[in-house]
């Protein structure tokens, strides 16, 4: 028939069209097809946030402080008082040998014990009495004599450091940190606190001025007496600009106001000349005037 008379151009159009045909159904065939799973949501959830970028957070420790027992205290006790994890291992060990804490200086020796935590816990130190040894306590007894003149004459070389009891005092200007540690809640850190704002200050002029240390332990001032006349004070018309702004109660913004009267008016006469210079209220002038003189 003529209809197949093809030419010898038109058969291989022909034949190539059929291989690529027959080669387009192979692929179909042969490429695996993926199923259609249902995607659960976590997994989902995980693909859209891949594990290294998802927040981990630690819930923050909430340090407490309460009476309690070293020889007794519990894992869960003990971090609440704000020791670490290696702390509390540590004093297990110790208690797992048959040692016991038979006075609260003992537990000052804990590795890991800074001076700010020991200052805190000290005072809610109790050890049961099962635990204190007949030593310890005849050594107490003698290291009571000691008196608060001999603690400053031999400052911070004495070997032990006798707390004093309820109706003993000492006095705040002159008493040096071997001294201010015999009060029951201060130990070194403290006793330096105490010591140096005092020499910023230029003495302690009330006992209530304690307040403005930090985290000072309550009842320190039970303890303590004042000499008054052991201030040292500020003559504001011939000090320094340095030694007026060094002053806790004066600082660079009111120094400069005082400098400037000074250069520009001539001397302050009283406590009323302050008030009339930019940065000082009356609760200011109230806690200069025991530190101020005007010559």
């Known amino acids: ?43 989902a959830s995980e693909r859209r946030e891949p594990t290294s970028q998802r927040p981990y957070t630690l819930s923050e420790r909430r340090v407490e402080t309460f009476a309690f027992d070293p020889n007794t205290a519990d894992s869960t006790t003990l971090l609440r008082l704000g ?54 306590q005849t050594r107490a007894t003698a290291e009571s ?8 004459r031999y400052g911070d070389s004495l ?19 071997a001294v201010l540690k015999r009060i029951p809640g201060i130990g070194p850190y403290y006793a330096r606190k105490i010591v140096g704002y005092r020499r910023q200050l230029g003495g302690f002029a009330s006992l209530s001025q304690l307040a403005e240390i930090e985290g000072l332990p309550e009842g320190v001032t039970d303890y303590l007496t004042l000499d008054e006349a052991a201030v040292r004070k500020i003559d504001v018309n011939h000090a320094t600009k340095r030694a007026l702004l060094v002053h806790p109660y004066i600082g660079v913004y009111r120094a400069q106001p005082i400098w400037e009267y000074r250069h520009n008016h001539g001397s302050l006469n009283s406590l009323d000349d302050l008030r009339k210079l930019q940065g000082f209220t009356d609760e200011d002038i109230e806690r200069l005037a025991p530190y101020l003189e005007f010559r």
């Open 1 to 43: 028939m003529s209809y197949f008379n093809v030419s010898s151009g038109e058969r291989r159009g022909i034949i190539f069209l059929c291989v690529v045909v027959l080669l387009a159904t192979l692929v179909v065939w042969l490429v695996p097809r993926k199923k259609n799973e249902p995607v659960s949501r976590n997994a």
């Open 83 to 136: 020791l670490t994890p290696a702390m509390v291992r540590g004093i297990y060990k110790f208690r797992g040998m048959g040692y016991a804490y038979s006075e609260p200086e003992d537990f000052s020796r804990v590795p890991g014990m800074t001076n700010e935590m020991w200052d805190r816990l000290r005072p809610y130190i109790h050890i049961d009495p099962r635990f204190q040894k007949v030593r310890r």
């Open 145 to 152: 004599a000691v008196s608060a003149s001999s603690a400053a």
């Open 159 to 177: 070997r032990f450091t006798t707390k004093l009891r309820h109706g003993e005092t000492v006095e705040l200007n002159s008493s040096d940190t």
